[in-house]
Nanobody, 123 residues
Framework: QAQLVESGGGLVQAGGSLRLSCAAS????????MGWFRQAPGKEREFVTA???????SYADSIKGRFTISRDNTKNTVYLQMNNLKPEDTAVYSC?????????????????WGQGTQVTVSS
């Protein structure tokens, strides 16, 4: 059974940094596109970033230059380094996986989802 488990969320002051991790198991996720989405209270889920199996990346405009996605296929893990965090980054961040890069990076959809981890940025 495919499983994605996020970790690394927490409370941080504006301007601070956090690193999220997503450990994948149950499938050959090294061949999958992996990504991060977020959902703030009262808002719809939004795409944050994605990385293909080969390392191609896509970022939402709101986080470009501040967030960096990376992956370690030997560990079946994807990371999200978040720097210069702002209060508007507060949300539940969920890891996602899909065999189709375009489906995730262009249509913002995915077949597999983690439970999410809370990120709260105080002003």
């Amino acid at each position: 059974q495919a499983q994605l488990v996020e970790s690394g969320g927490g409370l941080v002051q504006a301007g601070g940094s956090l690193r999220l991790s997503c450990a994948a198991s149950g499938r050959a996720f090294s061949n999958y596109a992996m990504g991060w989405f977020r959902q703030a209270p009262g808002k719809e889920r939004e795409f944050v970033t994605a990385i293909s199996w080969s390392g191609r990346t896509s970022y939402a405009d709101s986080i470009k230059g501040r967030f960096t996605i990376s992956r370690d296929n030997t560990k079946n893990t994807v990371y999200l380094q978040m720097n210069n965090l702002k209060p508007e980054d507060t949300a539940v961040y969920s890891c996602a996986a899909d065999q189709n890069w375009s489906r995730m990076a262009l249509k913002y959809e995915a077949n597999y989802w983690g439970q999410g981890t809370q990120v709260t940025v105080s002003s």
